[in-house]
């Protein structure tokens, strides 16, 4: 990894900066330096100089106005989106808790709301890495690298008066050794650039993890499951048909769920209440089997009784008592006629 190599120079550079040492102490062989040779490396060094010193202001002048405020619209509308979609997502959340929105809306808002979590935090970093400026440890090495460029500067101007070797040796060394530190400063700052390279990538891995959810959101809309165990009596979409949220695409018989509505005059139902239980006929067998009332609710207009034209007689309203019938006998088919055992009614199941 990135950490792993520059830790990796930290080493080399140290092994430089014991090698320098040690040339330090060979300094005892000497020649002669020219007049042209020397200005030439005064020359160069006032130009290592000068850009380290270049190199040194950016860093402490840190990025700039434009760069920030860039960083900070980024920001404020990252934001704001993130608050939106986790507004809109608490509200579909309280509408499904009522029944009032399907769990595939509810789900795509959820989904939303991650991908706009992810990207606000994505631009929250990068704010504090814009703003936050340099690390010392770059702004230590641009100054360790000033150092060196002045140090070889120097090395170069003593070089002038210097026809031995040895002395220039000694000086180079020296250099050698500041160059090898500053090189160990910039290999640090190599590792926290190496670290922040790792917290960029894990706030990547959050937003992919979040396009994953979206993905596997949609591709749960793909798959229809049945509410209960059944017979498919009825398709109502073909195959390639863009449909609604909530949309009945199957219609089904359960096979746990038998029932029949009996109407009855308002007349006869004061006796009845929901939880009664009585005897239920099958006209097809003549068995007679057990029943419950689970409903009672008044019919549609069509079964109103409407009053003749003698004085003194009202509209009779029929109501409708659905009742379940949990022990059928097998071979029993939906749609069979069976009778109310009590009244004498029919109903169908």
Do not use: C
């Not at 990538?201 to 499951?225: D, F, I, K, R």
């Amino acid at each position: 990894s990135a950490v792993v190599m520059a830790e990796g120079k930290v080493g080399e550079a140290e092994a430089s900066t014991e090698a320098a040492a040690a040339k330090k102490s060979q300094g005892n062989e000497a020649v002669k330096l020219t007049e042209q040779s020397v200005e030439k490396q005064v020359k160069e060094a006032k130009a290592v100089v000068k850009a380290a010193e270049a190199k040194l202001a950016a860093l402490e002048n840190g990025a700039r106005t434009e760069e920030k405020k860039q960083a900070e619209s980024q920001l404020n509308a990252t934001k704001k989106a993130n608050e939106i979609a986790k507004a809109n997502f608490e509200r579909f959340q309280e509408l499904h808790n009522e029944g009032l929105t399907s769990k595939a809306t509810l789900e795509e808002a959820e989904m939303k709301y991650k991908k706009a979590s992810s990207e606000y935090e994505v631009a929250e970093q990068t704010y504090k890495m814009v703003t936050s400026g340099p690390r010392k440890e770059e702004v230590d090495a641009a100054k360790a690298q000033v150092e060196q460029a002045k140090a070889v500067l120097e090395l170069a101007e003593v070089s002038r008066g210097q026809v031995a070797v040895q002395q220039g040796d000694v000086l180079v060394a020296e250099a050698g050794i500041n160059q090898s530190k500053a090189t160990i400063a910039a290999a640090k700052s190599g590792i926290s650039q190496a670290e922040a390279l790792v917290m960029s990538a894990q706030a990547g891995l959050v937003q992919a993890e979040a396009n994953l959810a979206e993905a596997q959101t949609y591709v749960s809309y793909m798959e229809l499951l049945a509410p209960a165990d059944g017979i498919v009596v009825s398709k109502s979409a073909e195959v390639g048909e863009l449909v609604s949220s909530g949309y009945p695409v199957f219609t089904i018989e359960s096979h746990d769920d038998k029932w029949a509505t009996f109407y009855f005059p308002e007349t006869d139902v004061t006796e009845l209440a929901v939880g009664k239980e009585m005897g239920i006929r099958l006209l097809s067998t003549g068995e007679e089997v057990k029943g419950k009332i689970v409903q009672m609710e008044p019919a549609a207009s069509f079964a109103v009784r409407k009053a003749s034209q003698s004085l003194g007689e009202t509209d009779i309203r029929s109501f409708g008592v659905k009742v379940t019938m949990p022990e059928l006998p097998k071979g029993i088919i939906s749609g069979m006629t069976v009778q109310w055992s009590e009244k004498g009614e029919e109903g169908n199941e």
